[in-house]
């Protein structure tokens, strides 16, 4: 008797699901670059550069936010919805106005991890088998305008800060 051994099923993955995949593996990189870079020896908790680009007074907070924008904007391209965009977006503002303190700015940054959560969020949305609808063109280009207009804004204000804390030793010691 003559057995035919079933054939092997193709993937139910999509090139697209493979494509997707790949760049959610990439956005995690660049969020654990950003809040978990190097671990705290005999911890499981990483700290990572984002904290030390907010002591780059304005231009780190910039660069830090834009990047965090950028993982908002790839999260809105795989289709996300208004809702969850708007999560993700909250947990930027609030890094960002945190970030204005200097300092304690800083050390929240390292707590907070904006980018992290935010990519808790993306993946448990793609993970979840709940449709939703994607969020249209113009929310998400208002969106990421009004972002990154946030980001320009708390970044001319932290430098602002500092450059006033600069004044302020420079009269008292001066003085």
């Not at 870079?37 to 907010?54: F, K």
């Not at 993982?71 to 960002?96: C, H, K, Q, Y």
């Not at 303190?101 to 980018?115: E, H, M, R, S, T």
Request: proline fraction near 6%; hydrophobic fraction near 50%; aromatic fraction near 8%.
């Amino acid at each position: 008797m003559n057995h035919i051994l079933p054939m092997a099923k193709p993937s139910p993955t999509t090139p697209g699901d493979r494509s997707q995949a790949a760049k959610v593996r990439q956005l995690r990189k660049i969020s654990d670059l950003l809040d978990n870079a190097v671990r705290v020896p005999g911890t499981s908790y990483g700290v990572g550069i984002d904290p030390l680009l907010g002591l780059i007074p304005g231009g780190g907070d910039f660069l830090g936010g834009l990047i965090s924008v950028y993982i908002v904007f790839s999260a809105a391209m795989m289709g996300l919805p208004r809702e969850t965009l708007m999560r993700m977006s909250s947990n930027i503002v609030f890094d960002s106005l945190a970030g204005i303190v200097p300092v304690f700015g800083d050390l929240f940054d390292v707590a907070w991890k904006a980018n992290s959560k935010n990519m808790d969020i993306l993946e448990a949305h793609l993970e979840s088998p709940k449709v939703s609808k994607s969020a249209d063109r113009w929310f998400i280009f208002l969106l990421l305008c009004g972002l990154i207009l946030f980001v320009i804004i708390i970044a001319t204000l932290g430098f602002l800060v500092i450059s006033l804390f600069v004044h302020i030793l420079q009269f008292i010691v001066s003085g």
